[in-house]
């Protein structure tokens, strides 16, 4: 096995798929894993519009679904399952402890553009809340709106637990609730190999890699769940 290839993952992935390709490269040397982190609905247009890629890995079934209306995936395997969480800055300015917090005049709200997965799920979180927000800026993916938290340019707004979590000791998190609201901060994450993939073997294999029992580790580590 040799060659490069190319796999465009949704931004939340960074720092697993990072991992994945490093372990995948150390398990398959002359192999070079490039990877390219993004909004899943800019990522899937790419795509559609015939960017050269090997493997797509997006942050929802609906935009995967995008790929394959245009033919150019293979048929996708869900791999993980993530959440969406209230974050705010450390210092927590805006006094913010519950996701209703986030419709109060007096507190600034970042969330993700609404063609964006991370967009979509907060959209539907907050109408099953029956919440309002207002949001201050629409930003291009969840990296965006969590570095503006981190910043404290806003005091807050609604990542993965994922990137919570990789945040560390930046940002606190507060969960948006329980049952049917707590049912639609969930979304899950399909992988497919490019159907005219110039590595296509080696697409398969970084793919099974992700949905293997080491992949579900390193997943599991950044705080994904099974699908």
Known sequence: MSGEITVLAAASLK????????????????????????????????????????????ASAS??????????????????????????????????????DLARPDVTVALCQQAVPCGAVAAAVLDRAGLQVTPVTREAD???????????????????????????????????GTGAVAQAAGTSYPIATVKDSANHATAQAFADLVR????????????????
């Open 63 to 100: 935009t995967m679904q995008r790929a394959v209306q245009a033919d150019r995936v293979d048929t996708p395997q869900t791999f993980a399952v993530n959440e969406l969480t209230v974050v705010v800055p450390a210092a927590n300015p805006g006094h913010v402890t519950a996701l209703a």
């Open 15 to 58: 720092e697993s798929f990072t991992t994945l390709a490093q372990q995948f490269e150390a398990a398959h040397p002359g192999v070079t894993v490039t990877t390219s982190f993004g909004a899943s609905s800019t990522l899937a247009q790419q795509l559609v519009s015939g960017a050269p890629a090997d493997v797509f890995a997006a």
């Open 142 to 176: 969840v990296k965006a709106v969590l570095t503006k938290v981190r910043l404290g340019e806003v005091d807050a707004g609604m990542v993965y637990v994922t990137d919570a979590k990789a945040s560390g000791a930046t940002v606190r998190a507060i969960p948006v």
């Open 212 to 227: 293997s029992p080491q992949g579900r580790a390193v997943l599991t580590d950044a705080g994904f769940t099974a699908p």
